[in-house]
Structures are given as C-alpha cells and as structure tokens.
C-alpha cells in the first residue's frame, strides 16, 4: 500500500459573489453552463477527491479551463476553497490559521511557476535564496545552500546574473533551485514548462526526473500536455469543467480510457512508446522466450519479439519473476488505434 | 413659470448667513487652535530656516561643490554634471544666488515632506480598496482646487509666512506622489506576488522585499513630478511671504519688468530641468536589471 501524502476530499470552488448560498445546486449537480447562465456564478472545482501518493509525482492534467491551475493553487491555500479538505499530514491545510499557513509554506511545500515568478531585481542566486531568507536563514548557509542548488540545476557561473538576462529554461531552472531549496517535501509545479519549447522542455522533465530519483519528493505537476503527463507522472488525474474524470497511471488512461473525451485526446499519442508490456500480456507461468521487463515500452520489445522463436516473449518482473507471456501479434494490436475511434463521428465536441 | 427661466437659487438672506456662518466659524477655530497648530509646525519652520541660512551663509564654492558631488552620486552622469555646474554659475554671475538657495531650500524640505507622507499613503491605499476608493477623490480635489483658494484657510490659520507657503506646496506637489506609490504597487506582477506568497512571505517581506522594489520606477516617477508641481508653486507660495525666485517675478509683474521676470522664471526652470534629470537618471540606474544586457 502506497503512503498517501496529500489527501484532497469532497473539495470545492465556486467564483462568484455568493458562492455558499449556490453550494447546494452545485451538489445537486447542476451544469457549469446553467450555473453562469442563470445564476452568475463560475464553477471552478466540483466534488474533487484525490489521493496523491507519496515520493510520488502526481499529474493533474485538462484542458485550459478545466480548473487545473485553480486547483493547484488550493493545495498551499493561496485560493480560499468553498468547501472541502485537503489533508496533508494529517492537518487540513484548509483549517490553518494565517500563522500556521506561512509557516506550513515555508517549510513544507514549494512552488514552481508557468512565467517562472522570479524576482527581477535579485540575482539568480539571491532568487535561489528567497525562500531560504523568508524562513529567517541569512549569511553564509543561505548562500551555501543557494549555490549548491544553482550548482544541480545546471546553472554553475550565472549566480550574478538577472533573470532578464537569462533564457526562458534556465530561468526555469531557477525556479526549480528556488522550490527546491528550501527542502520542501511537497512540490507544486503549475504548467512548469509549458512556456518553454519543445526542446528546451524535454529537457527539463529530464532535469525533473533526474532530481527526483534522488529526492524522492512529493511532486504535484499540472500541465496541458499528454505527452508531458504520461511521461513523468506516476500517477494522473484527467480533469474537466472542474470536475475528475479519471484517475490512474500511464497504462490505465490508454487503455481503459473512462470516457469518450479522454479516448479521443489520446489518440494521437505514440502508443508503441507509451504502452508497456505488462499492459498487453497474458497470465501465464509456464512460458518460454526472450525476457521481457514489464514496464519495457512496446517501441521496444517489438524488436525482441519479431527475433523470438514463435514471436513469442516472456514478461518478468522487477526481481526477474515471470508474470506473463506476450506475443507479436498482440503487441502489434496494441499500438494500432482502437476499433471505435477508426469510426466517424466520434470526435468530442 | 418664472422658475423655468431663473433657477430657483436660495434667498439672499439665507445664502448670507450661510456664508457668515462658515466664516465665523473657521474663524472660532483658528483662534481656539491657531497657536496649538503654529506650534506643531514649529520644527518644519526651524528646519527649513536653518537648511535656508546653511545655503546662503556657505561660501558658494562649497554648496556649487557639494550640490555637483550629489549630483554625481545619484546621477553618475558627466553631462548632467557639468550642466549642473554651468546653471548655478550663471545664476549666481545674474545675481540671484540667494534667491535660487532660499527656493532650492523650501523645494527640499516640501518634497521631504511629500515622501514621507505621500509613499505610505500611497502604500495604504494599494493594500485596501476601500483606502483608494477614500483618498483617490481627496487628491482630485487637491490637485484641481486653485490654489488661491486653499491658500484662504491656511493663511487665516498661520498667518503670513514660511510654513504656511510649506503647506500649501505640500498640498499641491503631493498627489502625483501618492497616486504613483499606489500604481506602482498594483501594478507588479501578479506572479511574483503570488510566488512570494507561495514561499510563506509575510505582509512587510512581501510590502519591502516584492513590492517597493519593483514599483520603483513608478515611485520615482512620483518624486519626480512631486518636484515639479513644488517648483510650479514657487510663484503663488511667494505671495504670501515665502523668499526665493518667486518673489521677484511677482514684482516683475505687478510693474511690468521683463527682464526680471525673464531672467527669474528662467532660473526656476533651470532648477526643474537639473531635479527632473538628476532624478529620472536615478530612475534608470535603479532599473538596470531589466535590460538584458551582460554586463554587470
């Protein structure tokens, strides 16, 4: 059982100059269109429940508009939720005090952000810094810590410079050394790289991922962008009109997607680089072939298999135990779109 | 139908009773608490006269020497500096080295005085709506009445003399101060706010760590126009009974002397000209950082 590190229940957000007195349509389930049409008000999040584990990092992706960034932000309170809880070691931030609240900010959850947030007037090791000098710590551990962190993320020799004098990625990276600083155990990143191109963004899920083999931090990362989810989250959560659709890791999105709106955007995935094979594989003991890890993507084991006596190939877990049997006809099935989306009139509208 | 054709105004009688009443009632008050309020503006007035006779009584050498050094300081200019040095030589090779001083001085002083209200007013009303939706009206009419009519109740209260030509400096050259504090502030970005927040910043780290620093253009701004409104002012405070450049140029127009006027109104202009560059450079100095050059 995986520990669950932050506990997000029942939460929600209504906009609007009365958002208490429309609570009970919201829970009666009223559309987010008749609620602005006939009443005013907007509906940011509805009924969110998330369990997000710990040294994990969870994913929480939708569409502009369906509250992801809303969300995020109720996790270190800087947007009051309507109702709810979000429990986080077993305190619900939602019930802080002003004081406790800072405190909690400081010291256990950090923040990296879309246009970086950086301090204009600071230097990058000072922007390092800021959240070390919020906490009180000065002189010569500040710097020693702000130096080490623009040291890992790439930035060795631009401590002096201004974030205006820096390219959209490093200042990324600035924004990353300034989040991890402070040791935080929870990491919020709100669509972190989604200014950057393409390239350059790449390459910081691999600065990410890097960091986080290491760290192990709880990592919570909103983003737009299916590709960069089911690159990096251990787990995701698919939102939309505020409200989650689905919860599951990589495998359980593609394969069993919950509805016609998540089928229909990730159909244009690289399926063969995103199934694994443990995914595609039948129950079996006794089989024989090539060893196939379980988490070895498609792209790769087509390979294997075509070379494999009978195209046939065995899947073995972590510690090298058979699990299953895969063949290259399946594998082949697998990459190849689903039957009902070859049909026409299916794209979501 | 006579009320169509003329407005309906107060009788007579009553508009005249109105009137008096107001009168004899401010006039109540600044006997009961003339003295009370002399008495508070007291320190100003001594500090005023005393940066006053330090400008005169100094050998010229020096103050052209110092003012050029602070010039130099703030500005980091050799341009300004050297115009800076020309301006005050040619105004004291025309004769009119102690009027420039006593306006210089009371410039200084006003323009403190607009600082240190102005900025935290301003900060006040960026932090609450409800401050802005109070003050902004009050500035409007501080910057909009006529001076001639403020300067009514200041005099009756103070008299004829330094503080109350301070006072109404301060009234006029305060707004554009205030006004930019609190639009500097609101204006920074939304993200590096909320970065702060993020990191568990509290009001005054978020007020002297996010937002002074980066609403200091704008603020500068502020000074900046605060100098020039106070310098606009120089003339109409000289009427009652502030020294300087202003007093000159009133005689030049009650007895038509152009060339009195001339010469005094250029030299308030030459002020405002070396305040606004020497101002506007620390503006930029401030705000290096933003330009993406490589250079430290």
């Known amino acids: 059982m995986i520990d669950v590190k932050v506990e997000i229940s029942n939460l929600f957000k209504i906009f609007g100059p009365n958002p208490n007195g429309i609570m009970g349509l919201v829970k009666n389930g009223i559309s987010k269109h008749d609620l602005l049409d006939q009443h005013g008000h907007v509906l940011g999040l509805r009924d969110i429940n998330i369990n997000v584990p710990a040294h994990r990092i969870q994913v929480i992706m939708g569409l502009s508009g369906s509250g992801k960034s809303t969300l995020i932000r109720h996790i ?13 070691d077993g305190e619900d931030v939602l019930a802080m005090s002003q004081l406790q609240l800072r405190e909690f900010r400081r010291s256990k959850i950090s923040m990296v952000f879309q246009n970086f947030g950086l301090l204009p007037h600071r230097t990058v090791a000072q922007n390092v810094a800021y959240g070390l000098i919020i906490q009180g710590i000065k002189g010569v551990e500040a710097i020693e810590r ?3 962190w623009t040291e890992r993320v790439g930035l060795a020799g631009f401590e002096n410079h201004y974030p205006a004098q820096l390219s959209g990625g490093m200042r990324q990276r600035v924004g990353l050394a300034r989040a991890m600083a402070t040791d935080a155990e929870i990491l919020l990143m709100d669509e972190a790289f989604s200014a950057l191109d393409p390239l350059i963004r790449t390459d ?5 991922l890097r960091l986080q083999e290491e760290l192990h931090k709880t990592i919570i990362f909103i983003t737009h962008d299916l590709d960069e989810a089911l690159r990096i989250g251990d787990q995701i959560a698919i939102l939309r009109d505020g409200a989650v659709i ?3 890791d990589s495998q359980e999105i593609i394969m069993n997607p919950a509805d016609d709106y998540i089928a229909d955007f990730t159909k244009d995935i690289n399926r063969s680089r995103v199934i694994e094979v443990r995914s595609i594989m039948d129950n079996a003991a006794d089989a024989s072939g090539p060893e196939l890890k379980s988490t070895m993507p498609i792209e790769d084991a087509l390979q294997i298999l075509i070379n494999a006596t009978n195209n046939t190939g065995v899947v073995v877990d972590d510690n090298g135990k058979i699990v299953g049997k895969v063949d290259l006809d399946r594998a082949v099935s697998a990459i190849a779109r689903p039957d009902k989306e070859l049909q026409e009139g299916l794209r979501y509208k | 139908m006579d009320w169509l054709h003329e407005f309906p105004a107060m009788e007579r009688q009553g508009l005249r009773d109105m009137k008096k009443a107001i009168d004899l009632g401010f006039r109540e008050f600044s006997r009961a608490y003339g003295e009370g309020i002399e008495n508070f503006f ?4 001594f500090f005023l006269v005393w940066l006053e006779r330090l400008l005169i009584n100094s050998p010229w050498p020096i103050v052209i020497l110092v003012i050029v050094s602070l010039t130099w300081i703030v500005a980091r200019s050799w341009l300004i500096v050297v115009g800076t040095t020309l301006c005050f030589l040619v105004i004291g090779y025309l004769g009119m080295w102690e009027d420039t001083m006593a306006t210089l001085a009371i410039i200084s002083v006003s323009t403190l005085i607009c600082i240190c209200l102005g900025i935290p007013l301003g900060i006040g009303m960026a932090r609450s709506d409800r401050v802005q939706f109070v003050i902004t009206p009050i500035l409007d009419v501080m910057q909009t009445i006529p001076s ?4 009514i109740p200041v005099v009756m209260l103070l008299g004829i003399g330094k503080v109350p030509g301070l006072i109404a400096v301060c009234i006029y050259a305060m707004p554009p101060i205030v006004r930019l504090t609190n639009l500097g502030i609101r204006l920074v970005d939304k993200e590096v706010m909320e970065a702060a927040d993020a990191f568990g910043a509290s009001y005054w780290q978020r007020l002297f760590g996010v937002q002074m620093p980066l609403a200091l253009p704008n603020i500068f701004a502020g000074v900046n126009q605060t100098i020039m409104m106070a310098l606009a002012m120089v003339v109409i405070s000289s009427m009652i009974g502030v020294r300087g450049l202003g007093l000159p140029v009133l005689r030049a127009i009650s007895n038509q002397y152009l060339a009195l006027g001339l010469l005094n109104g250029l030299a308030i202009v030459a002020l ?13 100095r401030l705000q290096q950082h933003r330009q993406g050059s490589l250079d430290d």
């Open chain 1, 246 to 248: 689905q919860v599951g």
């Open chain 1, 146 to 148: 702000s130096q080490q």
């Open chain 1, 204 to 208: 910081m899920q691999d600065v990410l």
């Open chain 1, 76 to 88: 270190n309170r800087l947007i009051e939720p309507t109702s709810g809880e979000i429990i986080i």
């Open chain 2, 42 to 45: 007291e320190p100003l007035l």
């Open chain 2, 272 to 284: 405002a000209i070396i305040f606004d560059r020497v101002s506007q450079h620390y503006g930029k």
């Open chain 2, 148 to 151: 001639f009519v403020y300067l």
